[in-house]
C-alpha cells in the first residue's frame, strides 16, 4: 500500500517539524543572566538576608524614628523604630513613601546649572562651589554679608546649626520659613503654662480629649506619637475608653474618629475655649493656681459663645458636663483655629480651659529640647522689600519650597525673581528652585548623617541620630556637607566656624558638645555607638534642665474672633485650607505611592479639591466633580469640589500642599495649590502667618473638573458592613 | 458513594483547620483604626503593587490589596464618618476557590488563601465571585520609572499581565518566620510574625497570629464581645475579624429611631440615587 | 459472510483510493507535530547551554576537587540565606595574593585586572529558576542535600555546567519528586516556593 | 403527516426526485461573483474588527477591554453566553422534530446544525478572547502531567469546558453522520476532484439497505442524545453566573431562564438563517410557508416563557426585599446607566413577539426576519445587561462602580458576527444546505398518490 515515495514524504514531514521544534526550544530558551560579585563587601553585606538600620525620618518635623530594612545595599521597606520612643514601631504613609523620594525618577543627579531659557543643565561640584565661593567671597569681602538670605525649614539639630552657625559667621539673614508654625503655641505655652517651648500632650492616660482644630490624628505635630497614645485612649490597658470631641468648621481625620465633631464657625473657637475656662472656674473646677484669674472677666457667657460660634447650646453645655466631670480631661488647640489673626488668644485661652481644668503636670507637660523660632510675616515682608529694592545678592533655598508652600502674597516668588543669585539645596526642581540660578542636587535623609529633636520628648530629651542606611545612589551631597565644604573653600572667621570635614564629622562633634554642655558623665563614644545602633538617645535630664510649669501666670487675654481678609458680601465664604498627612505643604506631592492613596476623607487620588457642604452645593447646583472658581483677595483658582457633610455651609475646605508648578512628574500640575489663595494676615500677637483667616467667593463653572475617586458610594445602605445593628 | 457524601459533609465544617499547624487570622480594632492609609502604603510598599497612574485609577483599575472603606452616617450637623480597612478575609469557605478553573487559587494548610500567580490563565470568576472585592487583575504588564525598580521587594514576585493578584498575609514573611522557627526547633511565637499592614499600623488597630493557639492576641480578641466578620451572612467563614467601633450611637439623643436597619434601607436607597449619577458622570470624563 | 466482504470491497474501492493523498498528508503532519516534539527535546537536552562562557575562566576542577577547597568557603552564605552568593573579588585576591607561581596565568591577570579597576565580576548564572519560584538554600543545606544533588559534580567541572541529566533542567517535576519522597513539610504547597 | 401538510411544505408544488437533486447541488457549484463578494467582505471584516483587536489586545493585556475592578467580567463573557445561546435551536431543534417525526423540519435541519456548530465554535473564540493569559489557555484540560497539577473540578467553569466540547463533538458528528448520503450523492453528481474529495467526504457510501439501516438508527441514537445534552449546556453556562454570589446573579431560576432564552434566540437565528437561504441560495421551493409559520409559532411560546421567568426573577428580588437585591434590581432597570438597555431587552423580547399571533405576520418572510433579528439583538443585550448591571455593585457599596465597554470591545462583538457569517458561508459550498434525501423521503408518498390518481 505505503509507496517509496510516501516514505519519502513521511521522512521529510519528520525532518520539517525536528526543525521547528529546535527553533522552538532556541526561541524559549531562558535568557542568561549575571552574577555580580561585590569587590569588597561592607562588612555587614550577606546577599538574601534583610539588614536593619535605625534612623531618623525626615519628611515632618516630628522626627520618628525608623527602622530601614536594607537588601544587597539598597534601601526596600521602612518601618517604625520600636525601641523609639516617638513612634514606638509605627510608621506614617508619609515616612514610608519617602522610599519614593530617594529612587525617584524625577530626582536630581548631580549640581544643574540655569542655562538661562528655563532649563537646567548638569554641572560638576566644583564648577558649583567655585562660582559660590566666589561670589560669597566676594560678598564677605566687600562687608555686605546681610544682602545674603538663607532660607531654611523648621526643623532642629546639627543640620540647622551648622546652617545657622555659617550665616551667622558670614552676617547672613536666616529665615526659618513655615506655612503652619508653631509661634503661637509657643507663645500660648509662654502666656498660660510659663514656659519655653511646646508643651507635650499625654492623650493616652486622658479620659476626655476636647480639641480645637488641632487634626493630631492626621497631620498635627507628632501624628505617630498621638496615633499611638490614641491607641491607649480608645482600648488601653486601663479598660477604660477615653471620650473625644473635635471642634473645627471642617471635619478632619480626628474628627472623623472623635465621638462628637462641633462645627464651629471659623474663627470662634478662642471664645468658646475662654467661655467653657469661665464656666469650669463657676462649677468650682479651678484650682490654687488659677486663684488669681478671678471668675475670667474677659470671658463671654457659655450661651454668648455658642451663639457665636453657631452651635447648639445643649451641646456646648453637655461638653460643659463632661468637662467638669471628667478626671483626667485635656485640651488641645491648633491647626486652623489657631491661625486666625487673634491665633495666639485662642490658643492661650485653650490653654487657660487646661490650667482650669488642672490639666498642667498632668496630660499637659513641658515638652523638653528646644523649638524652632520661625520667620513672622514682617520678617518675610522685610526680606521681600529688600529683594524689591535690588539689596538681595544671593539667596540660599535650604531645602524649602517657600514659592509653593507660601502664599504669593508675601511677594516671596517675586523676590526670588528679583535676588541677584537663588542657589536652591533640593533633590527636586520644585517651584522655588526652578527659579534659581543654581540647584545643588542634595542627598535622601537615607543617604546621610543628622540628627532632629523628636518632638514631643515624652519626659525625656529625645535626640534621634539619622545615618546613612545605603551608599549614595547619584552625585549628591547632603545640605550639611555643601555648608561644610563652602564654609571650607571661603576659609577666615566662616571656616572657623565650621572646621568639620563632612555631616558625620560635625554630627559626632555637635553630640560630643551637647554632651559636655549637659553635663553627663560616661564613655561618651560608648554612647554613640549605643545611639547608632538603635538610632535613638534618651537621654534622662540632669537636675534643673526641664522646664517647669510656673505656679501662678497672670489671666488669659480676651480671645476676639479673628478677622478675615475680603468682605463677607463679595466673598461669602470662609477658605478652611487644611494639612493632610500624606501631602503635608507640598513634602508628599512629588511621591507617587502618596499621590495613589485615597484620601481618608473623600477618596480622591491625584489632584486636589473643594469641599463643600450639601446645602452650599444645592445652592449653587453643584454636584460631585463640577468644576468651581474659587477666588481671594489675594488670587483665584480652579478646582473640583466634593460635596461631603463634613463640612459648614458658609465654609469651602481646600487641602494643602498640591498645585505644584515644578518638582517632578508626579506633582507638577496636579492640583490647584489652595495657598495660592491666602492673604497676608498676621497674627496680631506674634505676627505669625494667619493662614486661615482669608474669605473666597464660589463661581460654578459649569463644566467637570479632573476629579478621581477611588470610593463609589460611601453609605452603608443599611448593610451590617460597620458590625451588627449597623450602629457605631 | 456515602463516603464522598461524608466527606462533602465534613469538608470545611467548623474546625477543619484546627488540625493544621497553624490558623492565620487577623483582628482589626475599628475603635482604634482612624483610617490614615499607614497599611495601605505599607502593603503597596511590601508587596511590589504597582503604580497605575492616574489614567488607571479614573478607569477604576487601582491595585490597592488592602484599602479603607469610608461610610457617612447622617447629614450635617448630626455627621459621622466610619473607616474600615478591607483586605481579603482569607475565608475559610471561600467562594473565589471553588471558581478557578486550574487551581491558581486555594486554600492551603495554614488557613490562607493562597494565590499562585504563575499558575493563573486569569479567567478572572475568583475576583467575581470574591464578595469583599479584594482581588485585582494585572490588565497590563506594570513598570516602574527607573530608578523606582530599586526599591521592589526581592521576597515578592513581580506579576505579569493578566494575572489575578491578592493579599495573602504576607505569605513572604510568614515563611521566613516559620523558618526561622524551624532553625530552632520550636513553633512560631505569638507576636512573632506581622504582615505589613499589622507592623505599620500607628494605633495598634490591626492584631495578626495564629488562631490555633488559644491564648495569641489575635485568639484573645476574636472573644471580644465587639467581634464580628463582615458579610458574615454569605456564610464564607472569614479569616479576618473586625472589632466594632464602640462609639455611641450616632442619635442616641433623639434615641437613634431612624437607624435601624429596615428603615435604614428605606431612607438611604435616596443617597444611592444620589450618586450612581456621579460615578456615571465620573467614568464619562475619562 | 458475503456482505461483510462487499462491505469492504466498496469501501477499498471508492475512499481509500480516493483518500489516499488524505492520509498521506495527515501522517506527514503527525509526523511533523512528532518531530516537533523530538526537536524541541533535543534542543534541550544538547543545543541548549549549559555551560556558558565565564568572564574569567575559573576552574572548580582545580578550586573544589584537587584543593578540596568547601563549597561554603566561598560560597558563604548557602546554610544562612536563600542565595549561597559568589565570593566577593577580595576574597579571590585574599588567597591568590600569597600564590607567586600562578600569578603571572592570562586567567589570575584578568582576575587581578578586576581588583585594580575595583570592579565586581559579572559571572553568568548558571543555575537559574524562573523569577516566580522562591528556591531557598538555607532550609535544604539544613535538610542535608548536598550541593551536587542539585549542581552535579562542580568539583570535577573545569567550567561549571548545568547538568540536565542530573537536575531535569530544575523544572518544577524534579522538585516537586523530591519533596515528595523526603516527606518535606508542607512540600507540596504552592506557597511554599511560589508566592 | 397529512399529504395535505406535505403539500404546504412547498410553496410552489412538489419538486421532482431530479430537480431536488439539481438545485440543492447547483447551489454547491456553481458560485457566483455575488458569493464571493460577500465572502471576501465578511472574512475582511472578521479580520479587521475581530482577529486584528485581539492581537492588539494580547500584545497589550486584557487592559484593552473596558472591564475594570468592579466588573471583571464584560462584553467577552456576554457574548460568549449569547452565542452559546445561539447554538441551541439548531441541533436540539432538529434532535426534538426528528424524534417526535414531524417532515417540515427535514429542508431545514441542515442548516440549522450547521448554525449550531458556527456559534458554538465563535463562542468557544469568545472564551480565548475573555482569558488573560491566552498561552496558557490549554491548563484546563486534564492532561495528566509530572507536575500533579490538575484542573479544579468544582470550578462552574470547568463543567463549561467539558459541557461545550461534548456539545460540540456531538453536535458535529450529528450534523456529519446526516450529510453521508447527500455527500454520497454529490459524489455522484460531480467528477474530477471535487469527486475523490466527497468519495472521502462520504465515507464510501453506496446506498445499500446495510448502510441506511445503520444510519436510521444510529441517527436517531444521536438525536436522543443531544437533547440532554443542549439542555445541561446552557443549564451549565448559566451557573458560571449563578454558581456566585454576587446579586442579580445568584438567581435559582437561572438556569431554565438561560436553556430558554437560548433555545429562543437560536429559533430566531434560525428564522434568519432561512430566510438568507431563500433569498441568496434559491432554496425557496424547499423552504416555505408551513416552516416559517411553525417557527413563529415557536418563537411565541418561548417569548412568553421567556417573560414569565423575568416576571419571576422581578417579583422574588422584590419579595426577598434584601439592600443587596433592591439595589442590584433598581440599578440594573432604573438608576444604572444601562437601565435603558434594560427596557430595550423587554421592548424586544416580550413585546414585539406578541405581533406573531397573528398568522398574517408569522407568514411573511421579511416581517419575520425584522422580528428575529430584532429578537436576537434583545437577547445580545440581555446578557451584556445582566453582567454589566451586576458586577460593578456587589457588596461594599464604597467600591460600587461602573463599567462601559471599550471600543476593542465592541469592534471585536461586531467581528464576532462576521467571523460567523464567514465559517457559515464557508459551510453553504462544502455541505448541502438543505438535505437531499430527507427532502425525497417526503416526496415519496406524494409522488404515489400522484402516480395512483
Redesign the interface.
Known amino acids: 500500500m505505503v509507496s517509496r515515495r510516501d516514505i519519502f514524504k513521511y521522512a521529510a514531514g519528520g525532518g520539517v517539524g525536528v526543525g521547528v521544534g529546535l527553533l522552538l526550544g532556541e526561541v524559549n530558551q531562558r535568557p542568561l543572566e549575571t552574577l555580580l560579585s561585590t569587590h569588597i563587601p561592607p562588612e555587614d553585606f550577606s546577599p538574601g538576608i534583610d539588614t536593619w538600620y535605625n534612623t531618623l525620618c525626615r519628611m515632618c518635623p516630628a522626627g520618628c524614628g525608623i527602622s530601614v530594612k536594607v537588601r544587597e545595599g539598597r534601601a526596600k521597606k521602612i518601618e517604625g523604630n520600636a525601641s523609639h520612643p516617638v513612634s514606638r514601631g509605627g510608621a506614617c504613609a508619609l515616612g514610608q513613601a519617602s522610599l519614593n523620594a530617594l529612587y525617584n525618577p524625577d530626582r536630581l543627579r548631580s549640581p544643574m546649572r540655569a542655562d538661562g531659557e528655563g532649563g537646567f543643565i548638569p554641572a560638576s561640584w566644583d564648577e558649583a562651589f567655585d562660582e559660590l565661593s566666589a561670589r560669597l567671597g566676594a560678598l564677605q569681602a566687600a562687608g555686605m554679608g546681610r544682602r545674603v538670605w538663607v532660607l531654611t525649614g523648621g526643623a532642629l539639630g546639627s543640620g540647622e546649626e551648622a546652617l545657622s552657625r555659617f550665616s551667622e559667621a558670614l552676617g547672613a539673614n536666616l529665615l526659618r520659613l513655615a506655612l503652619d508654625t508653631t509661634a503661637n503655641e509657643q507663645a500660648a505655652a509662654k502666656a498660660i503654662y510659663g514656659f519655653e517651648g511646646l508643651p507635650h500632650y499625654d492623650i493616652a492616660s486622658a479620659d476626655l480629649v476636647v480639641s480645637f482644630g488641632a487634626d493630631f490624628l492626621g497631620s498635627w505635630r507628632s501624628p505617630i506619637a498621638y496615633a499611638k497614645a490614641y491607641g491607649e485612649f480608645r482600648q488601653g490597658a486601663n479598660g477604660r475608653r477615653g471620650h473625644l470631641a473635635q471642634i473645627e468648621p471642617r471635619m478632619s481625620l480626628t474628627g472623623a474618629n472623635a465621638d462628637e465633631w462641633l462645627p464651629a464657625r471659623p474663627g470662634t473657637e478662642g471664645a468658646l475655649a475662654l467661655a467653657l475656662a469661665a464656666e469650669m472656674l463657676r462649677r468650682g473646677r479651678g484650682g490654687e493656681d488659677v486663684a488669681n484669674w478671678g471668675g475670667l472677666s474677659g470671658a463671654m457667657s457659655l450661651a454668648g459663645a455658642a451663639e457665636q460660634a453657631d452651635i447648639p447650646l445643649a451641646r456646648v453645655e453637655a461638653l460643659a458636663e463632661r468637662l467638669a466631670a471628667a478626671e483626667t480631661p485635656l485640651v488641645l488647640g491648633g491647626g486652623a483655629a489657631g491661625a486666625g489673626t487673634r491665633g495666639a488668644a485662642a490658643l492661650s485661652a485653650v490653654a487657660a480651659l487646661n490650667r482650669v481644668l488642672g490639666a498642667p503636670g498632668g496630660t499637659v507637660r513641658p515638652n523638653l529640647g528646644h523649638a524652632a523660632s520661625y520667620a513672622s510675616v514682617p520678617d518675610i515682608e522685610a526680606f521681600a522689600s529688600q529683594a524689591a529694592s535690588g539689596n538681595v545678592s544671593l539667596v540660599l533655598l535650604a531645602g524649602v519650597d517657600p514659592a509653593h508652600d507660601l502664599p504669593d502674597s508675601l511677594g516671596i516668588r517675586r523676590a526670588l525673581e528679583r535676588a541677584e543669585l537663588v542657589v536652591s539645596l533640593d533633590s527636586f526642581i520644585n517651584d522655588s528652585a526652578s527659579q534659581a540660578d543654581w540647584v545643588l542636587a542634595t542627598d535622601s535623609f537615607l543617604e546621610t548623617w543628622g540628627d532632629d529633636i523628636s518632638s514631643p520628648g515624652a519626659g525625656s530629651l529625645t535626640v534621634t541620630l539619622q545615618q546613612p542606611v545605603q551608599e549614595r545612589l547619584f552625585d549628591t551631597l547632603s545640605i550639611t556637607d555643601i555648608v561644610l565644604r563652602l564654609a571650607a573653600r571661603l576659609g577666615g572667621a566662616v571656616a572657623q566656624a565650621l572646621p568639620h570635614a563632612d555631616a558625620q564629622a560635625f554630627t559626632r562633634a555637635e553630640w560630643a558638645r551637647v554632651w559636655q554642655s549637659l553635663g553627663l558623665n560616661g564613655d561618651f563614644n560608648e554612647r554613640f555607638r549605643l545611639a547608632q545602633q538603635n538610632g535613638v538617645w534618651d537621654a534622662p535630664l540632669a537636675e534643673g534642665m526641664a522646664d517647669t510649669i510656673s505656679p501662678e501666670v497672670p489671666p488669659p487675654p480676651a480671645a476676639p474672633g479673628s478677622e478675615f481678609a475680603g468682605g463677607e458680601s463679595e466673598y461669602p465664604f470662609v477658605l478652611h485650607p487644611f494639612v493632610t498627612q500624606g501631602f503635608r505643604e507640598g513634602q508628599g506631592a512629588n511621591l507617587p505611592w502618596i499621590q495613589e492613596l485615597p484620601d481618608p476623607l473623600t477618596s480622591v487620588v491625584y489632584g486636589s479639591w473643594a469641599e463643600v457642604n450639601p446645602a452650599t452645593a444645592e445652592q449653587l447646583g453643584l454636584g460631585m466633580g463640577d468644576l468651581v472658581e474659587i477666588e481671594s483677595p489675594a488670587g483665584k483658582l480652579s478646582v473640583p469640589v466634593v460635596v461631603h457633610p463634613g463640612v459648614r455651609p458658609d465654609v469651602i475646605a481646600m487641602p494643602l500642599g498640591h498645585g505644584h508648578r515644578g518638582n517632578g512628574r508626579y506633582a507638577k500640575g496636579r492640583g490647584a495649590n489652595a495657598a495660592s489663595l491666602l492673604a497676608a494676615q498676621s497674627d496680631s500677637a506674634t505676627g505669625a502667618l494667619a493662614w486661615a483667616a482669608t474669605r473666597v467667593a464660589l463661581k460654578a463653572l459649569g463644566k467637570r473638573g479632573r476629579l478621581t475617586r477611588t470610593g463609589g458610594l460611601s453609605r452603608t445602605l443599611g448593610r451590617q458592613i460597620l458590625g451588627p445593628g449597623g450602629e457605631h | 458513594m456515602s463516603k464522598i457524601t461524608d466527606t462533602l459533609r465534613q469538608y470545611r465544617a467548623d474546625g477543619y483547620f484546627a488540625e493544621f499547624d497553624y490558623h492565620w487570622t487577623m483582628a482589626i ?4 483604626c ?5 497599611c ?3 502593603c ?3 508587596n511590589n503593587l504597582p ?2 497612574g ?1 489614567k ?7 491595585m ?1 490589596w488592602l ?11 448630626d ?6 480597612p ?1 483586605l481579603c478575609q482569607q475565608c475559610d469557605k471561600a ?1 473565589c476557590e ?6 491558581a487559587t ?1 486554600h ?3 488557613g ?1 488563601n ?1 494565590q ?10 475568583c ?3 470574591c ?3 479584594v ?7 506594570y513598570t516602574w ?14 506579576r505579569e ?4 493578584e491578592k493579599c ?1 498575609f504576607c ?2 514573611r510568614i ?1 521566613r518566620a516559620k ?1 526561622l522557627a ?2 530552632e526547633g520550636r513553633r512560631v511565637a505569638d507576636g512573632e510574625v506581622q504582615p ?1 499592614c499589622a ?7 490591626i492584631v495578626f497570629g495564629d488562631r490555633n493557639d488559644t491564648d495569641s492576641a489575635v485568639s484573645r480578641k476574636m472573644r471580644d464581645p ?1 467581634a ?1 466578620e ?5 456564610n464564607t467563614a472569614p479569616s479576618v475579624v ?1 472589632l ?7 442619635h442616641a439623643a433623639d434615641g ?1 429611631g431612624h ?4 428603615n ?2 428605606a ?3 435616596r ?3 444620589a ?9 464619562a ?1 475619562t | 459472510m458475503p456482505r461483510r466482504q462487499e462491505w469492504e470491497l466498496t469501501l477499498s474501492i471508492s475512499v481509500f483510493e480516493a483518500a489516499r493523498p488524505v492520509f498521506t498528508g495527515l501522517i506527514v503532519a503527525a509526523m511533523v507535530v512528532v518531530g516537533a516534539f523530538v526537536g524541541h527535546w533535543a534542543h534541550g537536552a544538547w543545543l541548549n547551554d549549559h555551560t556558558p562562557v565565564q568572564p574569567i575562566e575559573f576552574s572548580h576542577e582545580v578550586h573544589a576537587g584537587e584543593n578540596e577547597i568547601p563549597c561554603q568557603y566561598c560560597h558563604a552564605w548557602a546554610d544562612r540565606s536563600a542565595s549561597a552568593g559568589v565570593p566577593s573579588v577580595e576574597t579571590c585576591v585574599g588567597c591568590h595574593k600569597g600564590l607567586a607561581e600562578v600569578r603571572d596565568r592570562p586567567e589570575i591577570e584578568k582576575l587581578f585586572g578586576y581588583w585594580e579597576r575595583g570592579e565586581g565580576i559579572p559571572w553568568v548564572k548558571v543555575h537559574d529558576t524562573p523569577d516566580f519560584v522562591h528556591f531557598r538554600h538555607k532550609p535544604h543545606i539544613r535538610a542535608g542535600v548536598e550541593c551536587q544533588t542539585c549542581h552535579g559534580p562542580v568539583e570535577a567541572m573545569a567550567r561549571v555546567t548545568r547538568r540536565v541529566d542530573i537536575n531535569e533542567d530544575l523544572r518544577m517535576p524534579w522538585c516537586i519528586d523530591c519533596h515528595t519522597e523526603e516527606q518535606v513539610a508542607n512540600g507540596r504547597d504552592c506557597l511554599t516556593c511560589h508566592y | 403527516m397529512s399529504s395535505v401538510l406535505r403539500k404546504q411544505m412547498f410553496d410552489h408544488g412538489p419538486p421532482s426526485y431530479a430537480e431536488v437533486n439539481r438545485d440543492v447541488i447547483n447551489a454547491l457549484t456553481t458560485t457566483t461573483w455575488r458569493y464571493w463578494l460577500t465572502l471576501g467582505i465578511s472574512a475582511s471584516v472578521a479580520l479587521l474588527f475581530f482577529i486584528a483587536p485581539w492581537i492588539y489586545q494580547i500584545i497589550v493585556g486584557v487592559g484593552a477591554a473596558g472591564m475594570n475592578r468592579n466588573a471583571m467580567w464584560g462584553t467577552y463573557l456576554s457574548n460568549f453566553i449569547f452565542w452559546i445561546g445561539l447554538s441551541h435551536s439548531g441541533t436540539l431543534l432538529s434532535a426534538v422534530l426528528h424524534i417526535t417525526q414531524s417532515d417540515w423540519r427535514k429542508s431545514i435541519y441542515r442548516s440549522a446544525e450547521a448554525m449550531t456548530l458556527f456559534s458554538l465554535m465563535t463562542a468557544a473564540l469568545f472564551v480565548m478572547v475573555h482569558v488573560g493569559r491566552l498561552w496558557f489557555v490549554h491548563w484546563t484540560f486534564p492532561v495528566p502531567n509530572p507536575m500533579e497539577l490538575w484542573p479544579n473540578f468544582r470550578s462552574p467553569l470547568m463543567f463549561d469546558v467539558m459541557a461545550i466540547l461534548t456539545y460540540l463533538t456531538a453536535s458535529s458528528v450529528f450534523i456529519y453522520m446526516g450529510s453521508l448520503p447527500d455527500f454520497a450523492a454529490v459524489r455522484d453528481a460531480s467528477k474530477g476532484l471535487r469527486r475523490r474529495i466527497y468519495a472521502v467526504l462520504c465515507f464510501g457510501w453506496r446506498g445499500t439497505a446495510q448502510e441506511w439501516h445503520t444510519l436510521g438508527w444510529s441517527y436517531t441514537f444521536f438525536a436522543v442524545l443531544v437533547i440532554p445534552l443542549a439542555v445541561s449546556v446552557h443549564s451549565i453556562v448559566s451557573w458560571d453566573f449563578a454558581m456566585s454570589t454576587v446579586p442579580g446573579l445568584h438567581q435559582t431560576i437561572f438556569a431554565p431562564y438561560f436553556v430558554c432564552g437560548a433555545i429562543y434566540s437560536g429559533t430566531a437565528g434560525i428564522v434568519t438563517v432561512m430566510w438568507m437561504l431563500r433569498r441568496y441560495m434559491g432554496f425557496g421551493r424547499y423552504i416555505g410557508k408551513l416552516h416559517i409559520d411553525n417557527l413563529s409559532k415557536l418563537l411565541l411560546v418561548l417569548s412568553l416563557i421567556w417573560t414569565y421567568i423575568n416576571i419571576c426573577e422581578l417579583f422574588t428580588a422584590w419579595y426577598a426585599d434584601t439592600s443587596f437585591e433592591n439595589e442590584a434590581i433598581l440599578y440594573r432597570i432604573w438608576e444604572g446607566p444601562f437601565w435603558w438597555l434594560w427596557w430595550e431587552m423587554i421592548a424586544f423580547c416580550a413585546f414585539v413577539p406578541l405581533l406573531l399571533f397573528s398568522r398574517r405576520i408569522r407568514q411573511n418572510w421579511n416581517l419575520m426576519l425584522v422580528i428575529s433579528i430584532v429578537i436576537n439583538i434583545g437577547m445580545l443585550t440581555e446578557r451584556f445587561v445582566i453582567v454589566a448591571s451586576s458586577l460593578p455593585r456587589k457588596f461594599l457599596p464604597d467600591v460600587f462602580g461602573t463599567y462601559f465597554p471599550s471600543l476593542v470591545e465592541i469592534s471585536i462583538t461586531v467581528g464576532s458576527f462576521a467571523v460567523f457569517t464567514t465559517l457559515f458561508l464557508l459551510f453553504v459550498k462544502i455541505f448541502p444546505a438543505v438535505s437531499i434525501y430527507e427532502v425525497k423521503e417526503t416526496l415519496a408518498p406524494l409522488r404515489k398518490r400522484e402516480a395512483s390518481a
Request: net charge negative; proline share 7%.
Open positions: 480594632d475599628l475603635d482604634q482612624t483610617g490614615c492609609g499607614a495601605v502604603v505599607a503597596q510598599a511590601e503604580i497605575v492616574e488607571r485609577m479614573r478607569q477604576g483599575r487601582e490597592k484599602r479603607v472603606e469610608r461610610y457617612w452616617e447622617g447629614d450635617y450637623p455627621a459621622r464618618l466610619s473607616f474600615i478591607i467562594p471553588i471558581a478557578c478553573p486550574v487551581f486555594y492551603n494548610q495554614d490562607l493562597a499562585v500567580y504563575n499558575r493563573c490563565i486569569g479567567t478572572r470568576t475576583a467575581v465571585y464578595p469583599y472585592e482581588r485585582f487583575f494585572n490588565w497590563f504588564t520609572d527607573e530608578p523606582l525598580e530599586q526599591q521592589l521587594n526581592p521576597d515578592v514576585t513581580v499581565k493578566g494575572v489575578m495573602t505569605v513572604q515563611n523558618d524551624r532553625d505589613a507592623q505599620s499600623c500607628p494605633t495598634d488597630a465587639r464580628y463582615v458579610l458574615k451572612e454569605l473586625y466594632k467601633n464602640a462609639r455611641e450611637p450616632l437613634g437607624h435601624d436597619g429596615a435604614a434601607q431612607a438611604e436607597p443617597a444611592a440615587a450618586e450612581p449619577r456621579m460615578v456615571e458622570a465620573e467614568s470624563v
